[in-house]
């Protein structure tokens, strides 16, 4: 699959932007969000037909924060099978996705992340955030590699979508404290500075409407931010690496933490 020619030219300026701030916004074509429709109609299904009846919920965001006031616990079992529904597998490999990492990446062949995480934030809700921190410790793929935060709703500032620091991505890999977190792998890994980076540098964020995606680098040092709305925040996450990457191919393709790869033993050198 090749892009056209205006698409060429969009795509040089967006990697432009990428090479520059370790990130860009992408409007979507139409068969990709197609895919984030047909993944709203999946995840509104499994409620309808796995949980308890929660009367006339018009949307899928309100039928998930009625069902986490009557049963908390199924909210996490949404989480945990939507990242299995077929929408979201089509997303993890879809040619124009993966011509679009391609490209900003430099390869000629990618590599698809096995782990799609679909997150679901609710109102108010902390405990899951995560703090300053990078994605390739959780990861453990290309150096080069990226993230697509893929928003299945309009999502404003106020509903926490992430926030960076702007060319963070040409820091490097930063050294990491591996923590004794149960159950929350999220939270395994520390940056080993991230206080002095929280006050020596500034986060911003921006709105990521329906249609639209962040791409950014698995460098980029960002965060998660509150849901400060009555409305959860639900979005996918879909990470591609350099398959040719040489870091890669040395240490025979490391799973990442999803399949209990641990940092320190595929990359001791940036664990203190």
């Not at 009846?53 to 986490?68: C, N, R, S, Y």
């Not at 909210?75 to 996705?97: D, E, I, N, T």
């Not at 793929?141 to 935060?149: A, D, E, F």
């Not at 591609?240 to 025979?252: C, G, K, P, Q, T």
Request: glycine content about 6%.
């Amino acid at each position: 699959m090749n892009f056209d020619a205006s698409q060429d030219r969009l795509l040089e300026g967006l990697i432009l932007d990428y090479e520059r701030d370790g990130l860009c916004l992408v409007g979507l074509p139409s068969d990709v969000d197609e895919l984030r429709q047909k993944m709203i109609h999946e995840m509104s299904e499994w409620i309808n037909c796995a949980s308890l009846d929660l009367g006339a919920a018009k949307d899928l965001p309100e039928a998930i924060v009625h069902l986490a006031k009557v049963d908390r616990r199924a909210v996490g079992k949404l989480y945990k099978v939507s990242r299995r529904f077929p929408a979201a597998r089509q997303l993890a490999c879809h040619p124009w996705l993966i011509e679009l990492a391609k490209s900003v990446m430099g390869t000629r062949l990618v590599s698809c992340c096995t782990f799609v995480n679909v997150r679901i934030d609710l109102p108010d809700e902390e405990r899951f955030l995560l703090p300053i921190h990078q994605d390739f410790p959780y990861i453990q793929g290309s150096l080069n590699g990226v993230t697509l935060w893929l928003p299945l709703f309009d999502t404003e500032l106020e509903q926490g979508p992430p926030s960076w620091i702007k060319g963070s991505h040409k820091w490097g890999v930063l050294p990491v404290r591996e923590e004794n977190s149960p159950g929350s792998g999220a939270k395994s890994f520390s940056i080993a500075n991230a206080d002095e980076i929280a006050e020596r540098h500034q986060f911003e964020s921006a709105s990521v409407k329906a249609g639209q995606a962040l791409l950014f680098s698995t460098l980029l040092v960002h965060r998660s931010e509150l849901n400060t709305t009555d409305r959860p925040r639900l979005n996918l996450q879909i990470r591609f690496d350099d398959a040719l990457a040489s870091e890669s191919i040395e240490r025979n393709y490391p799973e990442g933490l999803y399949l209990n790869d641990s940092f320190s033993a595929s990359y001791p050198e940036y664990v203190q």
